[in-house]
């Protein structure tokens, strides 16, 4: 049975509070975009923390969000519902582990990450079409952030060599 995720539904639920990405996820457009907006604040909060501690907390993130992701698709009954969102905060955290620190690198992570999520090249698609429940809502994501963060690390080793 599918059920559309209202504001109430969201927020009454923890489950899909956490998969709608604390409520950007009910954005009417672009709610993949304010998902990843809402994971900025998360990443200036881990941003803060050594490289390996990043690294740890990103990993129990994205297992959890494979998890968080599965269960309210399979209450909502719809299979990567568009306003699950807890997929692009995590692929924008794996993104911003290659970002060096500064709003201009902040800027570039969210937009590279949004190309790649959206254009969505080889195997990311694929990945999105043929694996299913949270492992294939997050996995598409996790793709386009490491698509992402190595486009992240051009665009830093470009501007050292012309600066």
């Known amino acids: 049975m599918s059920q559309k995720p209202t504001p109430k539904i969201v927020f009454s639920n923890p489950i899909h509070f956490l998969a709608f990405g604390f409520g950007s996820g009910l954005a009417p457009v672009a709610p993949g975009t304010f998902g990843t907006l809402a994971g900025i604040p998360l990443y200036l909060l881990m941003a803060q923390w050594s490289l390996p501690i990043y690294c740890i907390v990103l990993f ?63 195997p990311i698609k694929a990945m999105d079409q043929h694996i299913s429940g949270g492992l294939g809502i997050v996995l598409d994501d996790l793709m386009a952030g490491i698509y992402g963060g190595l486009s992240l690390l051009f665009v830093e080793w470009l501007v050292n060599q012309f600066s």
Do not use: N, Y
Request: a negative charge.
């Open 60 to 122: 129990i993130l994205c297992v959890l969000s494979i998890f968080i992701a599965g269960k309210s698709s399979q209450f909502l009954g719809v299979h990567d519902h568009g306003g699950i969102v807890v997929d692009e905060i995590v692929g924008f955290l794996l993104t911003m582990t290659f970002a060096p620190a500064g709003w201009m690198w902040i800027l570039i992570g969210f937009l590279l990450f949004r190309l790649f999520d959206i254009l969505k090249p080889w």
